[in-house]
């Protein structure tokens, strides 16, 4: 029997273990036990992470997918500099300010559809938090009571927050030992043929009076292992959420900002969702900021006499004037500078070098949507390995699953993507 005692044992036992000083840091998505030494990282510049040892790496992975602009932008640093004199933070709660009231019209004029009202928050996962409690209330304040639950689909990641989590795929994904914890969903395989789209259109009718909402990761199931679908697949599956009186949320998280080569995944299909999570990307890699965006029809739930109708949720930082200046300062950049064009120059080359992959051992699949080049294996990428030889390659990269995927900067340079492709090759080659 485990019993609190014994566990405080064990960890007595541990405690005697660490010694180095970066025990005391709890790292994500880590088994500290079992883990090399994590690289130590002095500065960043452009697509460059430079090492505590002088080696200078390329960011294969732009600091999970958020570094659009590469590292510390002069326009985005100047930007932020400007506000930390003047004005650091103030709470959202009765007060306002320029920097938040400028960042939502910018979003609001780029946003898929008619996404007209924007909600910050701090991270992704509590953006997809808030679409859920968004959805849900949506009903509850129209007198509709049950909807409660929300169409998912395999395969799927929404993040590490407890609702998010429920979302996540429920056997595969990295939170399925917390079954019989987390609030049960409706798990659905996302189509691909027309049987298997009748087939859902079943499953929504059968779960239509208890389910709030249907979320999906446009065009892209990116942290669940890079899988991709169609632009006719997401419209079909919008047609039939929407169809049965379902919210449709886009979470595009890791899509927006130009990832996919558009500045959102969804407009690649010409539809706009009720409910869109955005964050990662948002301030160009410089600090964390999140939303969730809706419609006015959306909105106007909430919209009324009744106090009890607001939407009860206020992260403390929610919209603070240093995050959102970032922001504004990187859409400003997608506006001046040729980002979708780079986007699309990455793909080209991706789809020029990375075939070759096809050639080695145990390589299940090459495909490339966008700044996303991913090579599928038939076997789990040994994490450990990748982390630990690739500095020794010149570059950063840190799989998923059983790939191996590219996601660099948009501004790198066509030199600089020849050496991260051949680096994961060479990956390839060695085994990972």
């Not at 609001?108 to 992704?124: E, K, M, W, Y």
């Not at 953006?127 to 395999?154: C, D, H, P, S, Y």
């Not at 965006?293 to 009324?304: D, L």
Request: some cysteine; hydrophobic content about 45%; overall charge negative.
């Amino acid at each position: 029997m485990v019993t609190r005692a014994s566990t405080m044992s064990r960890h007595r036992d541990l405690v005697l273990e660490q010694t180095l000083t970066e025990d005391h840091v709890w790292l994500p998505y880590t088994q500290a036990k079992t883990a090399r030494s994590p690289w130590r990282v002095v500065s960043a510049e452009g697509v460059y992470l430079t090492l505590a040892d002088g080696r200078q790496i390329i960011d294969g992975i732009a600091s999970w997918w958020t570094a659009c602009h590469g590292h510390r932008h002069p326009h985005i640093l100047e930007a932020v500099t400007d506000q930390l004199e003047r004005l650091p933070h103030v709470m959202l709660g009765g007060l306002v300010h320029e920097p938040v009231e400028a960042l939502a019209r910018q979003l609001v004029a780029i946003a898929p559809g008619a996404l007209n009202h924007v909600f910050f928050c701090d991270s992704g996962s509590v953006a997809v938090e808030v679409a859920m409690k968004m959805a849900v209330q949506f009903w509850i304040n129209q007198g509709v009571r049950g909807r409660t639950r929300f169409i998912t689909f395999l395969d799927a990641y929404h993040g590490d927050t407890t609702g998010a989590m429920s979302l996540c795929d429920p056997d595969e994904g990295m939170h399925a030992h917390f079954k019989g914890f987390l609030l049960e969903q409706f798990p659905s395989a996302l189509p691909q043929t027309a049987s298997e789209f009748a087939a859902l259109r079943r499953f929504v009718a059968q779960h239509q009076s208890t389910a709030a909402a249907l979320i999906i990761e446009p065009l892209i199931q990116a942290a669940g292992g890079m899988r991709f679908h169609s632009p006719e697949q997401l419209r079909e599956v919008h047609e039939i959420a929407t169809a049965h009186d379902l919210l449709v949320i886009h979470d595009e998280i890791a899509t927006g900002f130009g990832r996919t080569g558009k500045m959102f995944a969804s407009q690649w299909a010409e539809i706009g969702p009720d409910i869109m999570c955005i964050g990662k990307a948002l301030t160009g890699g410089i600090m964390s900021l999140a939303a969730a965006m809706a419609t006015s029809e959306v909105y106007a739930a909430f919209y009324r006499d009744e106090a009890e109708a607001a939407l009860m949720h206020g992260p403390t930082y929610m919209g603070n004037p240093l995050a959102c200046r970032a922001a504004s300062a990187s859409l400003e950049l997608f506006a001046r500078e040729p980002r979708l064009e780079q986007v699309a120059r990455i793909e080209e080359i991706g789809r020029s070098l990375l075939p070759s992959a096809r050639r080695l051992d145990g390589v299940l699949d090459v495909r490339c949507q966008g700044a996303f080049l991913v090579v599928e294996l038939d076997h789990w990428v040994n994490s450990q390995a990748v982390m630990t030889q690739a500095p020794d390659l010149g570059v950063w990269l840190r799989p998923l699953r059983n790939t191996l995927y590219l996601a660099p900067p948009l501004t790198i340079r066509d030199e600089e993507l020849v050496t991260l492709v051949q680096a994961a090759l060479e990956l390839i080659r060695r085994g990972v």
